[in-house]
């Protein structure tokens, strides 16, 4: 299991129509966490975002570590009870060997994200 | 017993299992049960023996696990059973019990199909024919399904772990039909099979004498027909002969050395009555036939896994009990290891020739096996307890760390009277990370917490915060904490540390509900906060960096040794203090920087239980502690915090009407000499129940021991002296301990 490390984000909680048409920097990832939040692992400022009343934070409150495809749909298949998307790239959320966690499934490799306060538990978890 | 390994196989190379701590040989292909019938062992002792997992007769000890089906099992060399006792429950393994690392892997498909038997095979080509994913889950394939479940789930033990099957539309029950036992005395003795289990263990070259078949004769081997209505069996441990009478009346005694048992078929549909109601189930092949209804049994055995005799119904139902399902719970008839397999087509009979309708057959609830500790946890986790950014500080620091609030925070660094005075005379730290943290922004944020809070938030200023109680429809207290005003529409919240979660629903419940145009950003894990408090901790904040903090009930944002926070001032324990809220990233830092630079003035961090005792002395509640689940501001002598002339606020209709009740109960401050006693300490006014201690602590400053605690009124007055713990108390008023507030606005 690779370390969890920082993930520097940008939380953007706006309308659902800004942040549909919100154009995120090229190269990070948009993880819609609900219809009217987004984050992103990029630093966006709020004139990014086309809602005056937006709240636009930058947040270090999630660590994270990618993990190879194989072994990471092996872990998920023993810790996630629910189905996960068959496209790919894909984003799903939910609870993951007991613990909210968002994942991020590329072709050959997972992004594995959990609030910080439960690091500690997903590392011991996971190996 | 320890055999050596090198002692596991034979001269020949025959492998052996270990049965009863003696090396027994077995055959390629062979199960467990069939290397024991082989050696002349019966697993129990006897009972008819069905090897197709329905029957309870040949569970044994496998490898420390009890009530294995040796029938279900391959033979292994080394194999260790241990075989149950006759008509006895095995001795629980005290050292050897198998570790709880089962694990359980989850699988998805539309269709899940149980028995891969001709039925089962049709229907799973069919199902994929249309498209569907099928998984086929088949007990022969080591895939023995234990139940069904909401969601819906099938769960399967197989030898590697548990399979927790979830289809998306259909459950397919292709299991077949099992063989149904004889009921007659002597259906205890060892050497009775059903015809399909002699057919397999004559195929299996295992030798059973002289046979006789009662009904259907087995496949492929010799067999003496009996005929004639059976009556029992007679032996002594082993069967010896079968008695049979004839259309006349008179009983044939026939000889044998094996009975094979050709009663008829019973649906094996305890997953469907298990599955059903819960998904869409389809029952295939013999599973979906009715099931033979044997002759009304007249003497004998009817459950082996409950003791439950044809007297024993008898006796039930004489008392009244005639309905099936009441039968099994007076009896236990169907709740043992078989799950009814072998009773049940019995206990139907009987109340059928009782002259009852043939009733269905019982509901099935999960499990249908025996299961290890191991496999019913196995995919399940338990809660975690979130761990602030500090929590590797706090545990450096010596900390003890408890759950509180729902969170891992250190109850106290090894010296709680040290960190209390830390607060009261110099300065201290406290990660209250843990606090509920949200951002309200939007046209309709000030609306939203208008209608939300019994405060006037309109009045709160930008760059202001106030404390405020939530409650909720019923006018009782939920919450409490702050909002801060940070500009015209846009506020922070604040909530405690376990209320927080609910309080975020409750606010976006709300806001949809209403219809509002308001942006929630909840921030309790994205943010840090500590609490910098104490009569130097101006002093402290100065010195790193913070010339100007904010004042009393200000929040204002700055850097703070060299890390940038919202300062927010108000006060918990009774001294100054400041709450800096910043990134989780920078807690670390700045932590380890403000406890450097107050070195010199005396800094240390204080765990919760000093803040429980210097909040106390302020007077100050902890919801869910102090408050009861129908706390409304007037009991907990709030009203301060409640503008009843607001238009209206959630609970603002259910506290006009409860305020023209009267009171009948406090939360009031009580002071007494002497040590404090516990938390939840009766109160008495002379022999009269009059309330109980919700928070105690004896209070260093004030020298003598100070609580809150709920207090009857007695002809519309609270009393004044009171007893708790055998020992004289009064009422006072709160704050206990510095009452005009000075110290904390200082």
């Known amino acids: ?127 | 017993m320890s055999v050596p390994a090198d002692n596991l196989m034979t001269h020949d190379q025959s492998p052996r299992l270990i049965v009863d701590g003696e090396p027994v040989e077995f055959s390629a292909g062979d199960n467990a049960l069939v290397a024991m019938l082989r050696a002349g062992l019966h697993p129990t002792g006897g009972g008819c023996l069905c090897l197709a997992g329905d029957c309870p007769h040949c569970v044994a000890t496998v490898d420390g696990v009890s009530y294995v089906r040796t029938c279900q099992v391959a033979a292994r060399p080394g194999m260790v059973i241990k075989r149950h006792p006759l008509n006895g429950a095995p001795p629980l393994p005290l050292n050897d019990r198998p570790g709880p690392d089962t694990i359980a892997r989850h699988l998805h498909c539309d269709v899940v199909v149980i028995g891969m038997g001709e039925s089962g095979q049709a229907a799973a080509a069919e199902a994929q024919r249309n498209g569907r994913r099928v998984i086929a889950l088949d007990a022969a394939a080591g895939q023995e399904v234990i139940g069904i479940y909401p969601g819906p789930l099938v769960v399967a033990r197989t030898g590697d772990g548990m399979l927790h099957v979830h289809p998306r539309e259909e459950i397919t029950i292709a299991t077949g039909a099992a063989e149904i036992h004889p009921v007659v005395p002597g259906n205890h003795l060892a050497g009775i099979v059903t015809a399909r289990a002699a057919t397999q263990l004559a195929s299996a070259g295992v030798d059973l004498g002289r046979v006789v078949a009662v009904g259907t004769l087995p496949e492929g081997l010799a067999a003496e027909q009996a005929d004639g209505e059976l009556i029992r069996f007679e032996g002594d441990e082993r069967v010896e002969a079968v008695v049979m009478r004839d259309a006349q009346g008179d009983e044939l005694r026939m000889a044998c050395d094996t009975v094979s048992i050709g009663l008829g078929l019973s649906a094996r549909d305890a997953l469907l009555r298990m599955g059903n109601g819960i998904v869409a189930v389809r029952v295939v092949g013999e599973a979906a036939r009715s099931s033979d209804i044997p002759p009304c049994p007249k003497a004998g055995m009817v459950c082996h896994c409950a003791g439950v005799t044809v007297d024993d119904l008898e006796s039930v139902r004489e008392r009244g009990f005639h309905e099936l399902e009441l039968v099994k719970r007076a009896t236990l008839a169907g709740t043992g290891t078989c799950q009814g397999s072998v009773c049940l087509p019995y206990v139907r009979s009987f109340l059928a020739d009782r002259g009852e309708a043939l009733q269905p057959p019982f509901t099935a609830r999960p499990v249908t096996r025996q299961l290890t500790v191991g496999e019913v946890a196995a995919g399940s986790y338990h809660q975690a307890t979130p761990r602030t950014a500090l929590d590797d500080e706090h545990r450096r620091l010596g900390a003890q760390m408890e759950r509180a609030g729902g969170w891992w925070r250190p109850w106290n660094y090894g010296n709680t009277d040290r960190e209390y005075w830390a607060v009261r005379e110099a300065v201290s730290l406290g990660d209250v990370s843990t606090l509920g943290k949200m951002q309200v922004s939007g046209p309709d944020a000030l609306e939203l917490l208008e209608r939300l809070y019994p405060t006037k938030v309109a009045t709160l200023k930008p760059g202001r915060s106030r404390y405020v109680l939530l409650l909720d429809e019923r006018g009782y207290v939920m919450d409490d904490g702050l909002i801060c005003r940070d500009d015209e529409t846009r506020f922070t919240l604040t909530f405690t540390s376990g209320g927080s979660s609910f309080a975020e629903l409750w606010v976006r419940d709300w806001a949809e509900g209403w219809g509002l145009d308001v942006r929630l950003l909840n921030q309790t894990m994205s943010l840090g906060a500590i609490n910098v408090t104490g009569p130097l901790s101006h002093e402290l904040l100065a010195r790193a960096g913070l010339d100007d903090p904010p004042q009393y009930l200000h929040h204002k944002i700055a850097t703070v040794a060299g890390v940038k926070c919202q300062v927010f001032r108000l006060s918990f324990t009774g001294e100054v203090s400041y709450e800096l809220h910043h990134s989780v990233a920078d807690s670390v830092a700045l932590w380890r920087r403000l406890l450097k630079l107050g070195a010199d003035l005396g800094i240390k961090p204080h765990g919760i239980e000093a803040l429980l005792k210097l909040r106390l002395e302020k007077g100050h509640i902890v919801v869910g502690q102090d408050t009861d689940f129908d706390s409304t501001p007037r009991r907990i002598n709030h009203e301060w915090a409640m503008k009843l002339d607001k238009p209206d606020f959630v609970g603002r209709q259910a506290i006009l009407r409860t305020n023209k009740l009267p009171l009948d109960r406090q939360l009031t401050g009580f002071e007494m000499e002497g040590p404090a006693p516990i938390e939840g300490e009766l109160i008495w006014k002379g022999s009269d129940y009059a309330g109980d201690v919700t928070s105690s602590a004896f209070s260093p400053v004030l020298g003598k021991a100070v609580m809150l605690g709920w207090l009857k009124l007695f002809d519309d007055e609270l009393p004044v002296e009171v007893t708790i713990n055998g020992r004289p108390a009064r009422r006072v008023p709160t704050p206990f301990y510095d009452p005009e507030g000075a110290r904390a606005r200082a």
């Open chain 1, 1 to 127: 299991m690779p370390e969890l490390k920082l993930i520097a984000a940008t939380r953007i909680v706006a309308t659902p129509a800004a942040l549909d048409a919100a154009a995120w920097p090229q190269g990070a990832l948009a993880l819609r966490v609900a219809p009217d939040e987004a984050l992103v692992t990029a630093a966006i400022t709020a004139d990014m975002v086309d809602d005056p009343h937006a709240i636009v934070e930058h947040d270090t409150g999630f660590v994270g570590a990618w993990v190879e495809s194989d072994e990471a749909l092996d872990f998920l298949e023993r810790s996630c009870e629910w189905e996960l998307p068959r496209e790919r790239p894909a984003f799903a959320q939910g609870s993951v060997a007991g613990l909210p966690v968002k994942l991020w499934l590329e072709e050959d490799r997972v992004l594995f994200l959990v609030p910080v306060p439960y690091a500690t538990d997903l590392e011991e978890r996971m190996s």
